[in-house]
T-cell receptor, first 113, second 115 residues
Framework: AQSVAQPEDQVNVAEGNPLTVKCTYS??????LFWYVQYPNRGLQFLLK??????LVKGSYGFEAEFNKSQTSFHLKKPSALVSDSALYFC???????????FGKGTMLLVSP | NAGVTQTPKFRILKIGQSMTLQCTQD?????MYWYRQDPGMGLKLIYY???????DKGEVPNGYNVSRSTTEDFPLRLELAAPSQTSVYFC??????????????FGNGTRLTVT
């Protein structure tokens, strides 16, 4: 079975500071990992993905994520947070042999001015 | 290019009523999906389709039905609405499989309340 956990319901960070949103996963094969962002009253938007290759993945809006196989993690990071980054962030995983994604419960990111 | 369009945006149903949530995409994507989003629960897959005429159950299909007669449209039917179906419903599409190189494209959702 595939599963994903986002251990923090909310992350608070001041504008200009680095941010990290955590994600851990569980699969039996090789994972395909994704981050999506949701702004109020909108659908989810794709940020970045890890399929294979370089463990550091760069995505939209200056976000990046690091795949760590030994820790089964795929944390989302940004060097300098913006107030406009405030949104709900979802991690998702697909195991080899599965045809659908499993989403985490989401982490609300609040960036204060 | 409108992407994924969902209608209606909001709806209030009485228990036992039925309705169809509409979803259409103009990107010629073969894969389409219906999710429901409940607070603190993330997204749960209801049904998905890999192409016209082909549908399959997701994680929470009970109480729902779908059809896929064209590439563009993927309506979700609620036959006997129950309070447990109060949720925000999202339709999504992708060119390939969910975990492949093609990301999901989401509509803006339908907020449904059943009272």
């Amino acid at each position: 079975a595939q599963s994903v956990a986002q251990p923090e319901d909310q992350v608070n960070v001041a504008e200009g500071n680095p941010l990290t949103v955590k994600c851990t996963y569980s699969v039996s094969g090789n994972p395909y990992l994704f981050w999506y962002v949701q702004y109020p009253n909108r659908g989810l938007q794709f940020l970045l993905k890890y399929i294979t290759g370089d463990n550091l993945v760069k995505g939209s809006y200056g976000f990046e994520a690091e795949f760590n196989k030994s820790q089964t993690s795929f944390h989302l990071k940004k060097p300098s947070a913006l107030v406009s980054d405030s949104a709900l962030y979802f991690c998702a995983v697909r195991d080899t042999g599965y045809s659908t994604l499993t989403f985490g419960k989401g982490t609300m990111l609040l960036v204060s001015p | 290019n409108a992407g994924v369009t969902q209608t209606p945006k909001f709806r209030i149903l009485k228990i036992g009523q039925s309705m169809t949530l509409q979803c259409t995409q103009d990107m010629n994507h073969n894969y389409m999906y219906w999710y429901r989003q409940d607070p603190g629960m993330g997204l749960k897959l209801i049904y998905y389709s890999v192409g016209a005429g082909i549908t399959d159950k997701g994680e929470v299909p009970n109480g729902y039905n779908v059809s896929r007669s064209t590439t563009e449209d993927f309506p979700l039917r609620l036959e006997l609405a129950a309070p447990s179906q109060t949720s925000v419903y999202f339709c999504a599409s992708s060119y390939g499989t969910q975990g492949g190189n093609s990301p999901l494209h989401f509509g803006n959702g339908t907020r449904l309340t059943v009272t």
